[in-house]
């Protein structure tokens, strides 16, 4: 079955002369969890918006045979993106914020009341609709955001340090949320992070990118089976999890 | 930062917000009819406020339709201030191109004193209403330009790149990420704009009342100052000091009731 994204010797070279990653090889099955993990300023985000056609790559080549063309305005609706701020539109509430993917592809609101109501109540939200964002905490804005990714569908899901900001505790539990969606919808998932601990908690498949350029400098799978949760976080099969991923980034930073 | 919401904040107490001032004002008022009246000033040379009060109520036939005659120029000035200026700003931000080649001219437009032009306004422009309004509107249109410009210009970028994800049109852009976050920077021009609308239209009557024209507040002041009515000058001054409040209550109000959901300068803190 052909990958969904495959991306082939991409490079990218910022107009200052940075080349921020080289020579990415990379194939994305559908219904993975995959995580790039890496250190600050390794380049993983540039990979995630190269991805998503925000960044054109200066090399190398980006396919999606698992994805539809682009829309005759170069849209990709089938691809959702959360940034590593929320991202929301001050000015309106949480019900608006999650229908401006929709407004944009040009349906009226009355007509996707409906969906939004689903994607507000998918990430727990129920009864905030007409709430502004700056009455809510970081993790329901986090929440507003993924509902927007989410309420096209897509099929892919792209995830820039989402949860980064976040305390701990909120973070555990939008990424037990996060798992849940995953497994339900049967989306694939791209996460970027700097996390050892969340991407070995999330993904399917690691890839570990290391700095200046930044380049995959290893490929692990994580087998544990899902559905995981707490009980997951504390078991020695994930603390031997952690070390084998924390020595390939250390490896990866020192190279 | 924990995952439930925030609580509303309240703001100052009433009684302070309005009383504090208001005790103010009342007792420099005092002090100044006090002052006249211990000092038996002649009110030829400065009147107290009971004795303005009085000319007020006194020449209100000729003040009224003064005041109306400002208060029009104004207003009009305002409204083509706002309908030009936020559309040239829309202009100046759809291409970086023309913002770079008009800019210089609106700037240089805004720093010639409005008092050195509109003597030639108002030789060039035959109708007098349309001579004070193109005045008022020197000096009324830039603050609404150069904010309304900046806040077209402020979008999240984030949001930006989102709009292009979902392949949104320009239009789409500027009506759903532009134009709302502009909102607080074009109220804040609004603004300061009221009240230069105001000055601009009370200084080209001063200019053109000179030329023995007109009817507005300006008009009457410089006509009473020719007879030495000081009273009626000073009931002139306070009914333009009126209107500028006014106007800037207006506003502010306006900026209130529009941004009281989101924006942070118009939400109320607590202590």
Redesign the interface.
């Known amino acids: 079955m052909d990958p969904l994204v495959r991306l082939t010797g991409v490079a990218k070279r910022f107009p200052n002369g940075t080349l921020a990653v080289d020579h990415v090889d990379l194939a994305i099955e559908a219904g993975s969890f995959v995580t790039l993990l890496g250190p600050s300023g390794c380049g993983k985000s540039t990979v995630l918006r190269m991805i998503a056609e925000l960044v054109r790559p200066s090399a190398g080549r980006i396919e999606r045979p698992g994805l539809p063309e682009a829309g005759t305005t170069g849209g990709h609706p089938e691809l959702g993106f959360v940034f590593q701020e929320p991202t929301l539109m001050p000015w309106a509430n949480v019900a608006d914020n999650v229908a401006l993917p929709l407004k944009v592809a040009g349906y009226a609101k009355a007509d996707v009341k409906k969906r939004i109501d689903e994607a507000i109540a998918m990430v727990g939200l129920e009864g905030f609709a007409h709430v502004y964002p700056r009455e809510l905490s970081g993790g329901m804005k986090m929440r507003v955001s993924i509902a927007r990714a989410l309420v096209t569908r897509p099929k892919l899901l792209l995830m820039d340090e989402p949860f980064a900001a976040l305390d701990e505790i909120t973070r555990f539990k939008l990424n037990n949320d996060l798992l849940e969606l995953w497994q339900r919808l049967g989306w694939t998932v791209v996460f970027v992070t700097h996390s050892v601990f969340e991407s070995v908690y999330l993904s399917n498949r690691i890839l570990v990118m290391s700095a200046r350029p930044g380049r995959i400098v290893a490929d692990v799978p994580i087998d544990a089976p899902y559905p995981r949760d707490d009980r997951f976080r504390v078991s020695d099969a994930y603390g031997d999890l952690c070390r084998v991923v924390s020595r390939h980034l250390h490896e990866a930073i020192a190279a | ?6 609580p ?1 904040r309240r703001g100052d107490p009433l009684w302070l917000k309005f009383g504090a001032p208001l005790l103010i004002g009342i007792l420099a008022l005092a002090g100044w009819e006090t002052m006249v009246r211990v000092n038996e000033i002649p009110w030829y040379i400065l009147p107290g406020p009971i004795a303005i009060a009085k000319t007020l109520v006194r020449d209100w036939h000729m003040l009224w339709p003064s005041l109306l005659g400002t208060l029009r120029v104004t207003v009009l000035a305002l409204i083509v201030a706002v309908v030009g200026g936020f559309s040239l700003a829309v202009l100046f931000a759809s291409a970086r191109w023309i913002e770079l080649s008009f800019f210089p001219y609106a700037v240089i437009l805004q720093v010639t004193p409005i008092v050195a032009i509109a003597p030639l306004i108002i030789i060039y422009i035959d109708n007098l209403t349309i001579a004070l309004l193109v005045c008022a509107w020197i000096v009324a249109f830039f603050p609404i330009l150069s904010n309304t410009t900046i806040g077209l210009n402020s979008a ?1 970028h ?2 930006l ?9 320009r239009w ?1 852009v500027l009506r ?2 532009r134009i ?2 502009a ?1 607080p920077f074009f109220l804040g021009g609004l603004r300061i704009s009221g009240g230069l609308a105001l000055i601009g239209a009370i200084v080209a009557e001063f200019v053109a009342g000179g030329a023995g024209a007109g009817s507005g507040l300006a008009f009457r002041i410089l006509e009473a100052s020719y007879r030495l009515e000081i009273p009626r000058m000073y009931a002139a001054l306070f009914l333009i000091s009126a209107t500028g409040i006014l106007i800037f209550l207006f506003f502010t109000a306006l900026t209130n009731l529009l941004l009281r ?4 300068s118009a ?1 109320q803190r607590e202590g």
């Open positions: 930062m924990s995952d439930e919401p925030l509303r999240d984030n949001l790149d989102l709009m292009r994800l979902y392949g949104a049109k789409q759903y990420i709302p976050g909102l959901r989101w924006h942070e939400i």
